[in-house]
C-alpha cells in the first residue's frame, strides 16, 4: 500500500519500534483499491496493553487527545493533519441509539474479531504496516473488483440503522449494486421504531456525504425509492445528477440539490441558513429584471442557477419596519406584506 504522508510514515515506524502492529483500516485503505486520492489516515495499533500507552508514544510527534477514550480511540493533530489512532474493540448491543453499545477495547484482539463489528466487507479491509500486506477477512477487494456493496455479519449490522444510509451513501458515491441479503437486511431495518427514531443530524450527513461526493447521486436516490424510505420523481432524480457534474461550490449544490427535495431536507435538517435560501429559490417569484435575461432554451438548473446566484446577491431591502413607523404606519401583521411588496419593486428598479 502507498502512504503518501512522510509524516504518518515516521510515526509508524516509531510504534514498530516498541514491537507493536499498526494496521492502516477503513477507508485510507479501501480508497486506494478504489483509485480514490486518500486524505484521512486511520491506524488500529495492536500489541500494546493501555491507551496510555499508545498516547506516550504518539506525544513526540504533536498534540495528543484521548477524544474517545471509551472507544479506545486516540487523536494525534500535527500542524497540518489529524489522525486517529485506536485499539481494535468489540461492541456489543445493549440499548436502543447509537450510543447503545457496550465497549470493549482490547489491544491482544484478532483483526477478523475486530473488523467484524465494521459495516460493509469493503471497509473491514486492513493494511498491516509491520508485514506489508493487506489483511482482508470478508473478502471485501473481491466485492471491489465486483463492484458491490455487501454486510458482513447479519447480527451486527442491524444493531445501527444508520447503516441503512450508509449503504445508499456507498452505493452512489462508488456507483456499486447492493448485494440482494444486504438489502433484505436493510428493508427490515426500515420498519423498526429505532430506524424512525434515527437523529436528523446523523441522517444529513450522510445525505451530505453522498450529494458531495458523488458524480451519480442517481444510484443512491433509487436506492431510497427501492427501499420506500423516499418516492423522488424521476425527472427529479435526473435534475440531481445533472447538478452534481457541475462545478458548484458545496453549499450551492446543497441548496440547488434540496430546493429539488425540499421535502427530504425538511424531514433531516434544521440548517435555519440552508433552509431560508432553499425557500427563497422555491419561493422566489421572478421579478422583471430576472425574466429580461432568462434565455428561452436555458435549461432548468441554469435557470436554477440564476436565480440562486441573485438570492446570493439580494441587495439589502431599501424599506424596513422602522421606515413604516416612521411614514405613520402603526405595527401590524400587513407589515410583512407592505415590505415584501416594496422589496419585489425594487427587485424590478420600481423604486430606488
Known amino acids: 500500500m502507498k502512504i503518501n504522508d512522510n509524516y504518518l510514515v515516521q510515526v509508524l515506524n516509531k510504534i514498530l519500534a516498541y514491537n507493536v502492529t499498526p494496521i492502516l483500516v477503513g477507508g485510507c485503505v479501501r480508497d486506494q483499491f478504489l483509485n480514490i486520492d486518500v486524505k484521512d489516515y486511520d491506524i488500529e495499533v495492536y500489541g500494546l496493553d493501555t491507551l496510555e500507552e499508545l498516547e506516550k508514544i504518539l506525544e513526540e510527534f504533536g498534540s495528543v487527545n484521548l477524544v474517545g477514550k471509551s472507544f479506545g480511540i486516540v487523536k494525534l493533530s500535527t500542524l497540518t493533519m489529524d489522525y486517529d489512532f485506536s485499539f481494535p474493540r468489540l461492541e456489543n448491543k445493549i440499548a436502543d441509539g447509537h450510543t447503545g453499545f457496550d465497549v470493549t477495547i482490547d489491544g491482544k484482539l484478532d483483526f477478523k474479531e475486530a473488523a467484524k463489528r465494521r459495516d460493509f466487507t469493503i471497509n473491514a479491509i486492513g493494511y498491516d504496516y509491520k508485514n506489508k500486506k493487506f489483511l482482508d477477512p470478508f473478502n471485501g477487494i473481491d466485492d471491489i473488483k465486483k463492484k458491490l456493496l455487501k454486510h458482513i455479519d447479519d447480527e451486527t449490522f442491524c444493531e445501527d440503522p444508520l447503516r441503512v444510509y450508509r449503504a445508499v451513501q456507498f452505493s452512489a458515491r462508488f456507483e456499486f449494486s447492493i448485494d440482494e441479503k444486504t438489502f433484505e437486511l436493510c428493508q427490515k431495518i426500515v420498519n423498526t421504531e429505532e430506524f424512525l427514531h434515527l437523529s436528523k443530524e446523523r441522517i444529513y450527513e450522510e445525505y451530505k456525504n453522498f450529494f458531495l461526493k458523488s458524480s451519480k ?75 429580461d435575461k432568462v434565455a428561452k432554451n436555458d435549461s432548468y438548473i441554469e435557470v436554477l442557477m440564476k436565480k440562486l446566484n441573485m438570492i446570493n446577491n439580494m441587495p439589502t431591502p431599501l424599506y424596513t419596519g422602522k421606515d413604516l413607523i416612521k411614514m405613520g404606519y402603526k405595527p401590524s401583521e400587513k407589515f410583512k406584506t407592505i415590505l415584501d411588496t416594496l422589496y419585489k419593486m425594487q427587485l424590478n428598479g420600481e423604486i430606488c
Open 217 to 291: 447521486p442517481s444510484v443512491g436516490l433509487r436506492l431510497l425509492n427501492s427501499l420506500q424510505i423516499e418516492n423522488i420523481l424521476e425527472k427529479d432524480i435526473k435534475y440531481i445528477d445533472e447538478i452534481a457534474l457541475k462545478n458548484f461550490i458545496k453549499e450551492d449544490k446543497l441548496i440547488l440539490i434540496f430546493s429539488i427535495l425540499e421535502g427530504v431536507f425538511y424531514k433531516i435538517s434544521n440548517d435555519k441558513k440552508l433552509m431560508k435560501k432553499i425557500k427563497s429559490l422555491q419561493n422566489f417569484n421572478v421579478p422583471k429584471i430576472f425574466e
